[in-house]
């Protein structure tokens, strides 16, 4: 079955920096990637998601690149601010059609911005 | 509002005492889902439900059970609950024809002594 890994597991940033986490899956057949944050106590929500005909989104700080042919994409922060200081999840789609609302989570990354 | 909801929030139980956690959403999703939250572990998926009466095993469904009679209802049911389960519990909710969005509870926080 599909198996998300999630780098790194712990990030530190100074406020106002850029964050990188980056994620591989393993299923060739998968063609929906959400990203979601939990902030502490919370639950997670969704932040950005990209498809698989699609390399690169984008929406004000946060972007989302795909690269299909290695299997891996990344949830890029520009301009970090503290409350982005969250847990970051990636997700991967177990399959294709539709089932690409059914996902496998990375293990996540806990991100936290320093003033 | 357009929400998820999940009770009980906290629960506190000893092993083999059965349970159930209720998951209820108000969106008219077909999709709905139960994950479990461990530390490192990120979400696992335990069960999920297409649609009324259409369930299918998760990730990690030994030691549960799911129901789905109605379309807005979808329990967990621990039938002997075991320290292993203690663990943070989601439901979460989508449609099925996209967006794939899943909108999740609250959460509920159970230990099993």
């Known amino acids: 079955g599909e198996n998300v890994e999630q780098h790194p597991s712990t990030l530190s940033v100074q406020e106002g920096d850029s964050a990188v986490i980056k994620c591989t899956y393993s299923?060739?057949?998968?063609?929906?990637f959400p990203w979601y944050k939990q902030e502490l106590g919370k639950r997670p929500q969704l932040i950005i998601d990209?498809?698989?005909?699609?390399g690169e989104k984008k929406d004000q700080r946060i972007a989302v690149t795909l690269n299909k042919t290695a299997k891996h994409f990344s949830l890029h922060i520009t301009e970090t601010q503290p409350e982005d200081s969250a847990v970051y999840f990636c997700a991967a789609s177990k399959g294709t059609g539709n089932y690409g609302q059914n996902f496998v989570f990375g293990p996540g990354t806990r991100l936290s911005v320093l003033p | 509002e357009a929400q998820v909801t999940q009770n009980p929030r906290y629960l506190i139980t000893v092993t083999g005492k059965k349970l159930t956690v209720t998951c209820s959403q108000n969106?008219?999703?077909?999709?709905m889902s139960w994950y479990r939250q461990d530390p490192g572990l990120g979400l696992r998926q335990i069960y999920y439900s297409m649609n009324v009466e259409v369930t299918d095993k998760g990730d990690v469904p030994e030691g549960y059970k799911v129901s789905r009679k109605e379309k807005r209802n979808f329990p967990l049911i621990l039938e002997s609950p075991s320290p292993n389960q203690t663990s943070l519990y989601f439901c979460a909710s989508s449609l099925t024809q996209g967006p794939y969005e899943q909108y999740f509870g609250p959460g509920t926080r159970l230990t099993v002594t």
């Open positions: 969106m008219n999703h077909e999709y």
């Open positions: 299923d060739s057949a998968s063609n929906y």
């Open positions: 990209i498809r698989s005909n699609v």
